[in-house]
């Protein structure tokens, strides 16, 4: 195969969202004027568990009652970073993730500072899909986002899932019951869950359940967009 047909696809000469073809060499996937354009939003979901029905801001009928994330924070919607998370994900090209983490990390800075967050923990890959693609993008992320002693390797995952997008609503739930585990015991003060893309809170809810009465402190979310 045609070496430059391999690099051409690894690293295209153009921009994957705008398709301007990129004026500098070391620029790769998105270009910085379509990444400075992605700006943070006001987004109307619960804010405990993240469903986006209607009158469910900022609380939902149920959380009103049993409410679960004390809050959960979303940067921006979906279709502004979808193709800036998805080259991410499913690509072994790092650098993306430097450029998503400093267009978030004054904002989650902030929101760990004002909510005295001790511990931010990110959703865990299988070992099998962290295997073939590499790394874990959102620790990649946060790596370049917030000080390196607030981030704890205290989630595993422990089952194989399908991918949640090719999932309807009701089968996403099941698709994630019981595919994580907590390395320790108990965890103390303020803790926050990091994902990347909200759509029906399933990860969050599976998460909150498995560490609810684990946590000795308030539990919060934050994610970079909302599906």
Do not use: W
Not at 3 to 8: A, S
Not at 48 to 74: A, F, Q
Not at 105 to 120: A, C, G
Not at 139 to 144: A, P, R, T
């Amino acid at each position: 195969m045609d070496i430059r047909i391999v690099l051409n696809t690894l690293f295209p000469n153009y921009c994957e969202v705008c398709k301007n073809p990129f004026v500098f060499s070391h620029q790769n996937i998105v270009c910085s004027e379509c990444l400075n354009q992605i700006e943070q939003e006001v987004i109307f979901y619960c804010h405990s568990c993240g469903k986006s029905e209607r009158n469910s801001y900022p609380l939902c009928e149920d959380c009103k009652t049993d409410k679960k994330y004390e809050d959960i924070r979303v940067f921006t919607y979906y279709y502004y970073v979808e193709n800036p998370i998805v080259k991410l994900k499913f690509t072994k090209i790092k650098p993306l993730a430097k450029d998503l983490a400093l267009l978030i990390k004054d904002d989650l800075q902030s929101y760990i500072k004002l909510n005295r967050i001790q511990n931010v923990l990110y959703i865990p890959l299988s070992k099998k899909v962290e295997k073939e693609r590499g790394f874990n993008h959102l620790k990649e992320i946060l790596k370049y986002a917030v000080p390196s002693f607030l981030v704890k390797d205290y989630l595993e995952k422990v089952k194989e899932t399908q991918y949640q997008v090719r999932l309807k609503k009701e089968e996403r739930f099941k698709n994630l019951k019981d595919a994580f585990s907590l390395k320790v015991d108990k965890i103390k003060g303020n803790t926050l869950i990091f994902d990347d893309i909200l759509t029906t809170g399933a990860t969050l809810l599976e998460i909150y359940n498995l560490i609810k009465d684990k946590v000795e402190g308030k539990i919060y979310a934050y994610t970079l967009s909302k599906g």
